[in-house]
């Protein structure tokens, strides 16, 4: 096999790899396998360090574990491109038009049959409990042992960010014979109020991820020239009528939150034009924001231009778009293609060579890590609701680019501040919440340039740019903890915070060093003494504290408001991964500690329901399918709705007097109310969720003011088209059970048909083609192309047709459809 060109980090890393995963002369294999961790910044280049890891250890079989099946198919790109020979296999349920190539299975059986004997081999899966389990269940049916096993962004494995597939870790249930951990944050603090907990930290020489093999922190890698320096740019927002708004008991209103993203909208335009920004990608928490930032861009792009046009843009040379998670792969490679384009309308597409003037792409939480898009200019907080881990993987977004590139990357932040409020009460106001969450996620990343923004000496250095000698200080290496290398750390950071208004330097450092960092000495006390007053205040003589447990506000200031439930339960994983310190151990241990991690995977899936719901208009009705922050939510719910049904059903054979009835797989109480107070009809007894799904769709689009549909094609949301379900409902009322009627009538206002009326004539599936494909033409006829948006709707002769959905549903039963009418769309530049 050619040697790979790797870059002297790149080398270095992979001669470090090879000495710690090297069997010594004479020396025998632990039976735990060896391994080692690299921990590299974000953009450095890791996936070509394993790559060439696994070709310089001859490791014929080889397991790669990433978090998302959008890695999944990327990584197996990047492997093949880096030099690797031999089959490559997906351990997912990825189907053929959506894997890139690459095969697929989830039966043991098969994977055992197409892997068993061949002579080099590269599986890929992720860290889904499904993929892992057919990976135990096929080492169990005669799958060898991997030879090299590499665990990707392997913090999330790691702490609070560990999921209850630890299997990873097991030599037991997925043996290796070497592993090797790969991050570019080892250790992600998250603040809570005036505490931080550490929610991801892969300890170093630690038992389960081995010693480090190599380390390159961001600002080397800066000094490299293979990530960008950067900086933080906050949008200072004054309105005194939105302050009003939110400030206001309806503040999470869509009319209030629309104001307040047009406010960010507004901000995003001027600050494009100011830093020349041609690439931002806006993040979000909600799936409606998202779509609303990508329909408004355009809007307010119009609205600057015909103000200042000498300024802004005209609207038609601005690009906005949005994907979420549950946006098929083919969609969002789509999408992510026109975000990387340089014209609008793709290059060469229709003659259309008009270069874009600016692209802004919204999503919700769908571009994972290690993902690969377009390079950006900029990354646009527009909130900051979502995990640290997520956020910190949205700052490496910002932070890529091709090596040599020269680029700085922005991270903006909106500053919602009151209209007479001093901007320098940093310490005290929540309008730098998003802030402080942002600069923990570069924290993450780049410890040292963060912590400098806390020295008191920044107030008089300069941007590093501007300090004579500061290259030849940095090519020397002088990176370590002396006198010299705080002063470059102080005068690196320089510069990397920016606000529209002034701040003070003094208040600056102390709102950085109170808010964004705190020593994990302080966390670990605050913690010891919160647990220590919930045993005095409850009288327990175990620590066996709620997950969910939070200590009053009233508590002593440092454990007041502490997410105590949350802090044990970060100490039983440590303990589990051999990760705690045998004096901590000991501490807790003397309170009556006790170490079952039996719930964790409870409480794990609660807080990501809890997510899914905040994210769904409340709703906890995900597709079987539905993944989740990584977490398989579709299937956890299912099996929680078949034990809340069984539940039910025993309770009411046992109140009928039957005897026997055996209680094993039902729900305890407790569980059902915690699901119940996420969402009541999370588990409709009833009828199935698809019903359930869009009754609570339609109930939403009143609440918000809409009006009644009752016609198929006049409103469709997220795909389903309300008024054919009305028509539907209405028409076989007496097949409904009493208690669907009872919702229909007092929830929706809905009747049952009258006797006169006539049920909506069924449309023919030619005519339904028929009309799909009118819509379509439409489109293409103005758009000049067919990539429409999943959520779209074209009106055709005054009929509201849900062509998104036609053309993501043609899309996927493409093998099925006639010759002909894949011609139709194959004139209309289809893309299959």
Known sequence: MPQMELRPHQVEAVDGVLRNLSVPVGGRMPPEGLRTQVIAATGSGKTLIAVESANRLSARRVLVLVPTLDLLTQMARAWRRGGRRGVMVGVCSLRAEESDGLPCTTDPDELVAWTRDLETVTMFATYAAVGLRVLQRAHAAGLPVSDLMIIDEAHRTSGDAGKPWAAVHDQQQIPAVRRLYMTATARIWEAEGETSRLVASMDEDSPVFGPVAYKLKLSEAVRLGLVAPYQVVCLDIRDPELHAALASEDNGSPAVRGARLAAVQTGLMRAAVEERFRRVLSFHSRIGEAEAMAAGV?????????????????AERVWAD????????????????EFASDFLGGDGFEGRDIPAALRVLSSVRVLGEGVDTA???????????????????????????????????????PVFLEPDEDPNQLLTSDAYSTLAKVLGALRAHDTDTIEALADPRLRNARPQGEREGDEGEFADGQDDDGESGRELRTAAAAGVLRFSEERDPAALAQFVRLRVIDPERAYWRRGIEAATRWLRETGNTELRVPYTYVTPEDWPAGIGGH???VWV????????????????VAELEALGMVWSVQDTAWAEGLAVARSYAAAHGGMLLPPATAVWEGYPIGTWAKNLRAAARRTFQNAERRAAGETGVPSAGELPQSRLEALEAIDPGWCPLGWDITWQRTFRLTHAHLKAGGTLPTAAGQIIVQGEDLGAWTAVQRHG??????????????????????????PPARRSQSAAWERNITAARQYHA???????PRQHVEIVDGEAVGLGQFVNNARRRAATLNPQRRADLDQLGMRW
């Not at 907080?381 to 881990?389: E, I, L, N, P």
């Not at 910190?392 to 020269?406: D, E, I, S």
């Open 563 to 565: 997410p105590t439930g």
């Open 782 to 788: 103005r758009e000049g192309h067919l990539r429409v």
């Open 298 to 314: 355009p809007a307010i792009a119009a609205r600057l231009a015909e103000d200042d046009p000498e300024t802004f843009p005209l």
């Open 322 to 337: 949005w994907l979420y998670g549950e946006h098929p792969p083919l969609h969002r490679r789509q999408v992510l293609d």
């Open 733 to 758: 009322w007496d097949k409904l059970l009493p208690a669907q009627q009872w919702l229909l009538e007092n929830t929706l206002g809905l009747e049952p048909a009258g006797e006169d009326e006539q």
């Open 375 to 413: 390079e950006c200019d900029a990354v646009l907080f527009a909130d900051a609701r979502g995990s640290m881990v997520d956020i910190v993987q949205m700052v490496g977004r910002a932070l890529r680019m091709q090596p040599g590139a020269g680029k700085l990357a922005t991270l903006i932040v």
């Open 569 to 584: 339960a970060d100490q039983r994983r440590y303990y589990a991964a051999g990760t705690l310190e045998p004096d901590r």
